[in-house]
């Protein structure tokens, strides 16, 4: 084999490892964009009048920091040419940072729903930015045990490569959606009734502001299941079996 035709091998490899980087990168952004726009429409509808007390003030935030970080990361597809452990460190830090910021803007309502919400653009950003510090070529030779040089060989490694990056995002959505939910069962376990009362009556009167009257009853027993002085509890418990009985729907303003 020629000199000439090694360095072509090489070349294809390294330009196929930067389109990957390159390409999560730029998916994980459009994916935070998606997810940015989401809450910020959601908030300038004021879904927080209809009971959703999540959306009155976190939402706002939460949208604005969504978007810097999709904006951030997909600034790290453009630096990878010029600086590979700079923009690894960039995605890297965008893909985690959103999930805490997921949990805390959803923080009123299910944290867990934020948290998992950010898992499309969060997975991408951090396996562009996992793979751009390790490099695709360390990942061929240390992990995956190809050599350089091998022209019979290269479409099957070329492959390899790209399973291994899809089996790579496939395991850490596994591990971010499990954490999330890990985290937010912790917080549930540490919550007194008082806090869980309160969470419980924001749902039901989520659900009775859409006509959802079963729900808020399942939702007022649970609470009168902790506490049966619960006098609100009580009253908007009778108020919805009405309701549920008659099958109104509740007032539009």
């Known amino acids: 084999m020629t000199e000439k035709e090694n360095r072509g091998?090489?070349?294809?490899s390294d330009r196929l490892g930067r389109l990957a980087i390159q390409a999560l990168a730029l998916l994980g952004g459009l994916a935070g964009v998606l997810i940015a726009a989401f809450h910020l429409?959601?908030?300038?509808?004021?879904?927080?009048?209809?009971?959703?007390?999540?959306?009155?003030?976190?939402?706002?935030?939460?949208?604005?920091?969504?978007?810097?970080?999709?904006?951030a990361g997909t600034s790290g597809a453009a630096l990878y040419r010029r600086?590979?452990?700079?923009?690894g460190i960039i995605l890297l830090f965008c893909g985690i940072l959103g999930f805490p910021l997921g949990y805390i803007s959803w923080s009123n309502q299910a944290g867990f729903m934020g948290w998992a919400a950010w898992i499309p653009a969060g997975v991408l950003f951090t396996a562009a930015g996992l793979l751009a510090l390790i490099t695709p070529r360390s990942l061929r030779s240390r992990l995956l045990g190809q050599q350089e040089g091998s022209l019979e060989r290269e479409s099957i490694e070329q492959a390899l490569f790209i399973g291994t990056v899809l089996a790579g995002i496939g395991v850490m959505t596994v591990i971010f959606l499990f954490s999330g939910f890990l985290i937010y069962a912790a917080e549930d376990s540490l919550k007194d009734d008082a806090d869980k009362d309160r969470e419980d009556?924001?749902?039901?009167?989520?659900?009775a502001s859409m006509g959802r009257w079963d729900r808020a009853v399942e939702l007022y027993d649970e609470i009168l299941s902790r506490n049966q002085s619960?006098?609100?509890?009580l009253e908007k418990r009778a108020y919805a079996m009405e309701m549920l009985s008659t099958g109104d729907k509740p007032d539009q303003e």
Do not use: C, H, V, Y
């Open 9 to 12: 091998i090489e070349g294809d």
């Open 41 to 71: 429409l959601a908030s300038q509808r004021g879904w927080s009048s209809q009971g959703m007390d999540g959306w009155g003030l976190f939402s706002p935030m939460g949208g604005l920091a969504f978007l810097l970080l999709a904006l």
């Open 83 to 87: 600086s590979q452990r700079t923009a």
């Open 201 to 207: 009556l924001a749902e039901a009167e989520t659900a």
């Open 230 to 233: 619960n006098k609100q509890a």
